[in-house]
Nanobody, 127 residues
Framework: VQLIESGGGLVQDGGSLSLSCAASGFTFDDYEISWFRQVPGEEREGVSSIGVRDGTAYYASFTKGRFTISRDNAKASVFLQMNRLEPEDTAVYYC?????????????????????WGQGTQVTVSS
């Protein structure tokens, strides 16, 4: 099982980054995929989640319309477009997979529910 994030980097305040998460080794269509982020010394927090089949997107309030999540089931990939980045967005960003074969979508930001995690990609926003 692998979740491989890419697209992180250094960007100036107000800039944009596009993160990608490529999945392999499990049945992608059975999993909700979410993005989390973590700053050293703080708890991991949910950023955005996208449903398995209905594609419903969920966002943490701090994204404030700046982030957009999408998924391509054919390519077993999930993307996070981040615009108008702020220094407070600096963190390691992780994608995670949660098995869900039920009706609808969960939109969970509880990291303990997730089955698989990527290694993370660093996002740094300079002021």
């Amino acid at each position: 099982v692998q979740l491989i994030e890419s697209g992180g980097g250094l960007v100036q305040d107000g800039g944009s980054l596009s993160l990608s998460c490529a999945a392999s080794g499990f049945t992608f269509d059975d999993y909700e995929i979410s993005w989390f982020r973590q700053v050293p010394g703080e708890e991991r927090e949910g950023v955005s989640s996208i449903g398995v089949r209905d594609g419903t997107a969920y966002y943490a309030s701090f994204t404030k319309g700046r982030f957009t999540i999408s998924r391509d089931n054919a390519k077993a990939s999930v993307f996070l477009q981040m615009n108008r980045l702020e220094p407070e967005d600096t963190a390691v960003y992780y994608c995670a997979a949660l098995k869900w074969t039920g009706y609808g979508s969960l939109g969970s930001f509880d990291p303990n529910q997730y089955n698989y995690w990527g290694q993370g990609t660093q996002v740094t926003v300079s002021s």
